[in-house]
């Protein structure tokens, strides 16, 4: 990985008041405290910083900055492990390669000085804006070259960033997440440097360590003077802090205290969740409505009451809730006190730790964790411990079975253990057409395997009532389409009881 | 329920049945522990003060005695659990004692039986006072010597099957035990048999039957049929149902009475039988469903015959475990609980079936499909629901086939699991429900409320928690209960129906570790692993670019394999490929478009005739990696190759003119230029693995191992032993046949013993990994070999230098990585791969065996369950 910064001689255009004219390019050597005659190499935790100048005269100076990453060193090291250790992707990455967090730590420890401004042989050079081109190859660019430039140019940059291909041998690919990134412009060299110390891991969108709290604080340093005011300056702090709430939150308190300014919109709700990262099953926001700030309750909200009441009406003491996940639902049905008897379902055992958690079983009483229950269970395979309850749940869990394997579900749902009462809710694939950017047919999650029109749900249902003696009903709900297609509300359930004279 | 006195110096034998639970019944002091010590096995006996002391640490301690009888219970009732004779070893005066431990048995189905220890009061008292441990007041002796004399008289109506009362001490001293098998246990019998279904009164089928078998039939002088006996001494065994509804229900009789009697037939009782000895014994019954056509027929015959009838019917057994309890035969079936087992339900549920409670809409009780759930190693071969076909399920055969409603009596050659049937002559009674499903009907709607089940239904608790899996290579194998936890979610969520998952590929170690500059490994140390296995020849096969496929494909579409491995509902209803995770390969028509041309090739080949195959199980790799692995390649290697493309160029540039400028960078310009060609290399390495394909277009499939076939109906064939050539040329038989779709594995043979054949190999490798190629697997020539430390390894793969940039990262070839990347630990991949590799075998050894989905899918979940153990990704 790389960066070259080059200045060349001149009086900064427009700018002459603030600070002295560059007469010698080579001044880059005294601003930067390296000594444009001689290589430097620098051990740092995150590989080895080599400094050097492929050019130094007087009309024009360059330093580069090569950072040798050990790829093998990456990897048997713990903090730069990844999430998984025993996942492939760490062998081979592009960190040795790519401008990240690792050349913006290289350069903050390179040029600690620099950055601070601070240049006892050159202060009033230092103190005001020189004429700078840098260049950043391999950039990883999250959001492409237009983020590049909405992040740099309110900075005074003139940025020229050119999409590196995915491999030009296979034109279809198109773009890589790489651009070629040259910035140009009359800047304090202390500021060029912080602009790219926070800029290069927030464009990346990663960082090689884990974002502690510290990171607020040199958030804060880096960005002194020009993070406040910068447009996308909210984006900038949830990316830089690895997006948790918490720091984000603290640093934008932070801020608005020190420049008096009004609090940022609140538009950091859907920051809980990396963009990377699946939203919950279904939850797609309702269109026209950002999901944030309105007053409505959100489809999930108002799914999971549905089912709710759907449970009372048919007056369930006991339920299952088969596919319980992190446990939204069970939570809610755990509140009430007219169930008696909870029991949460999962296929994966780290989505029950985690309702275990949101649950609070750990604290809970005895006759609390006798009432709510978790056990790992799969949906294709008989399970008697779900058997016995008054009423079953399967809320937004039959689309993520393939569906040669639905029949199997059906088994060991409606004719193994045949509760009173089954609750199925999926989404409605038809009102799909209201949400902007789901193409038609196109899937509201990732592992959905299917999303069904009305008549389709109900043709399921309809067969599966009468194979296994169940009555069945259906409802809408969310948000009625009252538009001239009448495409029906976002999620559809459906609602088998079994006629209580031909229980066992 | 007899109380059984003998006075004088005759030494009593006390009879108790083989399983049971023996509760001995007597006052502290009276030798209670001393006689369970003597008369029984180290184990058996349980007693109340060895718990007392287990829960308190004093077996005095009275106040521990709540506790001390709930461990006693566990502990009895997990012997019972195991069909093991206990002896509960406590004073027992008390009914109540008693009531828990009579229902103790009963919920075990075993039978009761009490010991009464009767010593006087005064010994009872003289040998408390001479135990220096014991603290038992005299008078704590007479009340119970109290209450023990109040039970005596109540003992034999508590439930005990059996009350012996010993009195005084030298009677006590000389008894002894005798244990006694029970009725239905037949286990000495080995056949070998032919299980007979119901045959409801249908003489003419039965003696056609019979005759088929092989049986020579015997008149009495007026011609009918009185006994039937078989020249190779096999024995019939009648499930039950003899009479009722059919023409001659007495010729029946007559027929089986007299096999039974001259010991050329065993018979259980049905629930026709049973409900003939209550009419024929006066009681009163309602006469329905045929009765009154056997009590009409039996109207005819003489009285004698009817008592003779009656006796031979209520003295039959209702179940039988035979054949050292590899077989049980019961009119209804038995769930393996069950089994060998004495009690009300027992018999009522040998008899009549567990049913629900619940009637259909014919008004007929539902029955509950406990064969579904029977996971025992017992064949269970019965009758009573009348089925169109006689079907395994769950190594449980009903042979119900419905003669007298029309259909067929069916029997079962055991051990050769051979079904012969013969057709009804006519409909003799017309059933209540359809017994033939209603073509019309939808199949399982047909069914009503009747809780119509698969039988493939699998259970959690089939893979679910710590199990072990035992194989025919490698015996027991267990899986961790963290490892299943996690393959329960993979299978569950994203792979095929287990029908369809006759197999789950093993992974590879690679060879060990190469110590020559500038490589991790080489075919050197391959070839001198398998020598050092004792091992002649091995075969090196080209390792091919892709992704591993396991194909099963039938012959025929929806044909009865199909069905049967529930492929009839995939697309193109002949099979299923599959990633070696399990998930589908394809979907849609691209699925089917792949079966049918494999189907079509193994025609073209030959080799459905050779194999004598309905069905073929086949190992493969499937090319490109870019088919199935297009994502990855673009996110990770294209990604990497491109920010490495982006980056050296200019880094070089930078060097470059500051070395003109005479700064001294050091080594670093050649540093730098060494990892711009290596990572030039390493895109040259991951662009191998993608071409564009469309549908089927462009995928390859590159067969290398038969691993089962079959016929259509359930048994067939595995090929472990067959040896690689022949494997390969079934391979290279199909490319033949479909050379665009087939893809040859080029191969070459290496004598371990010839140098110039090892150099030979080892020559073969360069040359193929150098243009490119991503290595070569190299196995034991002969397949499947055992070497002097067990089971060798099934292969061994030796990757190319190139190929290894994508695993190890570009730059891997600098020496100074390779010295770090060298130290990787072979031990536990190795392992992995010997024990996934004898589940993988022992799963298609079951799917031939014809065993039941829940054993087969047992082994291929132990492999998934494997591959999540947590090993190093790059080995």
Redesign the interface.
């Known amino acids: ?2 960066v ?1 910064l080059t200045t060349t001689a001149g009086a900064p255009a427009g700018s002459v008041e603030h600070g002295a004219p560059l007469t010698d390019a080579t001044d880059l050597g005294y601003l930067l405290h390296k000594h444009p ?3 430097q ?1 620098f051990d740092l935790p995150v590989g080895t910083a ?1 400094v ?5 005269d007087a009309a024009r100076c ?1 330093v ?1 900055l ?1 950072l ?1 990453v050990d ?2 060193g990456i990897v ?1 090291n713990k903090r730069f492990g990844g999430r998984d ?5 760490q ?4 960190r ?4 990240s967090s690792m050349l913006a730590v290289a350069l903050g420890a390179v040029f600690r000085t620099a950055m601070t401004g601070r240049c006892d042989a050159r202060q009033a050079l230092a103190d005001g804006p020189v004429p700078l081109e840098i ?1 950043v ?2 950039l ?1 660019c999250r959001g492409g070259a237009r983020l590049a430039e909405h992040l740099f140019e309110p900075l005074g940059w003139t940025v020229d960033a050119t999409p ?4 030009p ?2 034109p ?2 198109g773009d ?3 651009v ?1 990134l040259r910035l140009t412009g009359t800047v304090r060299l202390a500021d060029a440097l912080r602009h790219l110390y926070v800029l290069l891991p927030v464009l990346d969108d990663a960082k090689h360590y884990w974002v502690t709290g510290d990171e607020v604080d040199k958030l804060l340093r880096a960005g002194e003077g020009w993070l406040a005011a910068h447009p996308e300056r909210d984006q900038i702090m949830r990316r830089y802090l690895a997006h948790q709430r918490r720091y984000v939150e603290d640093a934008t308190d932070r801020l608005v205290t020190l420049d008096g300014g009004a609090a940022p919109e609140d538009g950091t709700a859907e920051d809980g969740v990396r963009p990377d990262e699946a939203p919950a099953a279904g939850d797609v926001p309702a269109p026209g409505s950002d999901a944030v700030g309105t007053t409505a309750p959100t489809l999930a909200r108002q799914r999971a009451e549905a089912v709710i009441a759907a449970l009372h009406e048919v007056g369930a003491r006991s339920v299952v809730d088969l596919g319980c996940g992190e446990g939204a639902l069970l939570r809610l049905l755990a509140a009430d006190r007219r169930f008696t008897r909870l029991l949460g379902t999962d ?3 780290r989505e029950l730790e985690k309702a275990a958690t949101r649950l609070r079983l750990e604290d809970a009483s005895d006759a609390e964790r006798e009432r709510v229950r978790l056990v ?10 779900i058997a016995g309850f008054d009423a079953a749940v399967l809320m937004e869990v039959i689309e ?1 079975v393939d569906p ?2 639905l ?2 579900l059906e ?2 749902v409606f ?2 253990a ?1 509760p009173g009462t089954v609750v199925v809710t999926t989404p409605n694939v038809e009102y799909n057409a209201l949400y902007p950017g789901l193409e038609e047919r196109g899937h509201r999650h990732a592992d959905h395997r299917f999303e069904w029109t009305r008549a389709e749900l109900q043709a399921w249902a309809d067969g599966v009532a ?4 169940y009555a069945v009903s259906f409802r809408d709900v969310g948000p009625q389409d009252v538009g001239p297609r009448a495409l029906g509300a976002p999620t559809q359930m459906a609602l088998f009881t079994r006629p209580t004279e ?1 229980r ?1 | 329920m007899t109380e059984q006195h003998v006075t004088g110096a005759e030494p009593r034998v006390l009879s108790v049945p083989e399983l049971s639970l023996v509760v001995l019944v007597g006052v502290s002091g009276s030798g209670k522990s001393t006689f369970a010590r003597e008369r029984f096995r180290p184990f058996e006996a349980v007693s109340s003060d060895f718990c007392r002391g287990l829960v308190s640490g004093d077996v005095n301690d009275q106040s521990a005695t709540a506790a001390a009888f709930e461990v006693l219970e566990t502990i009895v009732s997990k012997r019972l659990e195991a069909g093991r004779l206990t002896v509960v070893d406590a004073t027992n005066v008390q009914p109540a004692a008693r009531r828990n431990l009579v229902a103790l048995a009963r919920a075990h189905d075993v039978l009761p039986v009490a010991i009464v220890l009767d010593v006087p009061e005064s010994v009872a008292i003289e040998r408390n006072r001479s135990r220096p441990d014991r603290d038992v007041g005299d008078h704590v002796v007479g009340r119970q010597r109290q209450a023990l004399r109040a039970s005596l008289k109540s003992l034999n109506r508590e439930g005990f099957r059996k009350v012996h009362v010993l009195r005084g001490v030298d009677e006590i001293a000389h008894a002894t035990i005798s244990r006694e098998p029970l009725l239905n246990d037949l286990r000495d019998q080995t056949g070998p048999f032919d299980a007979i279904g119901d045959v409801h009164g249908c003489r003419a089928e039965l003696e056609a039957l019979l005759t088929e078998l092989g049986y020579v039939i015997e008149r009495d002088e007026a011609g009918r049929p009185v006994d039937a006996a078989h020249p190779e001494g096999r024995r019939a065994i009648f499930l039950g149902d003899l009479v009722d509804r059919g023409p001659d229900s007495p010729g029946v009789l007559r027929l089986v009475m007299g096999m039974v009697r001259a010991g050329h037939a065993l018979a259980v009782p049905g629930n026709h039988e049973h409900k003939l000895v209550r009419a024929l014994s006066g009681r009163n019954v309602t006469v329905s469903h045929g009765l009154e056509t056997t009590l009409a027929q039996l109207a005819e015959e003489p009285e004698e015959f009817r008592q003779d009838v009656e006796t031979f019917c209520r003295e039959l057994v209702s179940h039988l475990v035979l054949d050292g309890g590899r077989l049980v035969v019961a009119h209804a079936g038995l769930k393996e609980s069950y089994h060998g087992r004495a009690s009300g339900r027992v018999r009522s549920f040998a008899l009549y079936g567990d049913t629900t409670g619940e009637t259909d809409e014919f008004g007929l009780p539902v029955r509950y499909p406990w064969a579904n759930e029977y996971r025992g190693q017992a064949v269970v071969l019965y009758g009573h629901t009348p089925t169109p076909a006689a079907e395994w399920v769950n190594n449980t055969m009903c042979l119900d086939t419905g003669v007298v409603f029309g259909g067929k009596l069916s029997a079962l050659r055991y051990p050769e699991k051979e079904l012969v049937a013969v057709p009804a002559a006519e409909v003799y009674y017309e059933p209540a429900r359809p017994f033939l499903p209603d073509p019309g009907a939808d199949a399982e709607g047909a069914g009503g409320a009747l809780p119509q089940r698969d039988p493939d239904v699998l259970d959690v608790t089939d893979v679910l928690g710590r199990r072990s899996v035992v194989t025919g290579t490698r015996g027991r194998i267990t899986i961790p209960e963290e490892n299943a936890a996690g393959a329960l979610e993979v299978m569950s969520r994203f792979a095929v129906d287990p029908r369809a998952l006759l197999y789950l590929p093993p992974t590879m170690s690679p060879v060990a570790t190469s110590g020559r500059p500038g490589y991790l490994e080489r075919p050197e140390d391959a070839f001198a692993a398998y020598a050092s296995d004792a091992v002649g020849q091995v075969v090196c096969e080209e390792k091919h670019m892709g992704s591993r496929a396991v194909v099963l494909v039938c012959r025929e579409a929806y044909g009865a394999p199909a069905r049967r491995f529930g492929v009839d509902v995939q697309p193109g209803g002949r099979g299923v490929a599959h990633t070696r995770t399990g998930r589908p390969l394809f979907s849609g028509p691209t699925a089917a478009a792949l079966l049918e041309r494999v189907a079509k090739a193994l025609d073209g080949a030959g080799v459905w005739d050779e194999l004598g195959a309905d069905w073929v199980l086949l190992d493969a790799e499937i090319l490109p990696w870019s088919a199935k692995a297009d994502q990855l390649i673009r996110d990770q290697y294209a990604s990497v190759g491109a920010a490495a493309r982006a980056v050296m160029p200019p880094a070089l540039a930078a060097l470059d003119a500051a070395v003109a400028r005479g700064v001294d960078v050091g080594d670093l310009r050649a540093r730098t230029a060494s990892r711009a060609e290596d990572t030039a290399r390493y895109t040259q390495a991951y662009r191998r693995y993608h071409w564009p394909v469309d549908g089927l277009d462009g995928v390859q499939l590159a067969p290398f191992q038969v691993l089962a076939s079959g016929p259509g109906e359930p048994g067939g064939q595995t090929y472990a032993t067959r040896d690689h050539l022949w494997h390969l040329g079934i391979a290279d038989r199909l490319v033949e046949a479909d050379p665009v779709l087939f893809r040859p594995t080029r191969r070459l043979v290496v004598d371990l013993a010839d140098d110039a054949s090892r150099t030979q190999g080892v020559r073969w490798w360069e040359e193929m990994t150098e243009a490119g190629g991503e290595g070569m697997v190299v196995k034991p020539l002969a397949n499947l070999v055992r070497g002097l430390k067990g089971l060798v390894q099934p292969g061994l793969k030796v990757r190319g230098r190139e190929y290894l940039r994508i695993i190890y990262g570009p730059e891997y070839t600098q020496e100074h990585h390779l010295d770090r990347l060298r130290v990787r630990s072979l031990g536990r991949k190795q392992s992995l791969a010997l024990r996934e590799y004898a589940l993988g075998l022992e799963a298609v050894e079951r799917v031939v065996a014809g065993e039941p989905p829940w054993r087969v899918h047992e082994a291929v979940f132990a492999v998934l369950a494997l591959e999540s153990e947590p090993v190093d990704p790059r080995l």
């Open positions: 990985m790389l070259t005659a001689r290589a190499s080599h050097f100048y492929p050019e130094a360059t580069a090569l040798e790829p093998v048997r250790a025993f996942s492939l992707a062998y081979v990455n592009d040795p390669y790519a401008a260049h190859p391999a990883p590196e291909p995915l491999d041998t296979v279809e690919w890589s997440r790489y070629d296929v994966a055992v790992q269970s799969s949906l294709t395979y008989r399970d008697e411990r993520h040669p394997r029949g199997a088994r060991v004719a193994e045949r009468h194979r296994h003696g031909a066992a």
